[in-house]
Nanobody
């Protein structure tokens, strides 16, 4: 079992940066593929970024490619999402999620993930 706790959200002006963290409990973090998702009011949850167990394979939604970077530290049981050049349309609740069955890269489908954090709010003002 893995429990996930996100932090680092907040209010930032357009063009600014935030770094989200997701701390995981449990001894199996290094065997779990991780992803970040977001959900804005009135919209469906969407995949943002994913990272393989080792950290060697990363993937991004087209909307954030080149602006966001996902990374992980398996010694610290933490996954990060560095968000640069933020836009108002990036405003959402951001969730980290874990998929213990994935082999290779992260899935873009939230239904594949067994573990979810409680979410952290990101608000980008124009």
């Amino acid at each position: 079992q893995v429990q996930l706790v996100e932090s680092g959200g907040g209010l930032v002006q357009a063009g600014g940066s935030l770094r989200l963290s997701c701390a995981a409990s449990g001894r199996t973090f290094s065997s779990v593929t991780m992803g970040w998702f977001r959900q804005a009011p009135g919209k469906e949850r969407e995949f943002v970024a994913g990272i393989s167990r080792s950290g060697r394979i990363t993937s991004y939604a087209d909307s954030v490619k080149g602006r966001f970077a996902i990374s992980r530290d398996n010694t610290e049981n933490t996954v990060y999402l560095q968000m640069n050049s933020l836009k108002p349309e990036d405003s959402a609740v951001y969730y980290c999620a874990g998929d213990r069955l994935a082999i290779g890269g992260a899935s873009i489908y939230g239904s594949r993930y067994e573990y979810w954090g409680q979410g952290t709010q990101v608000t980008v003002s124009s």
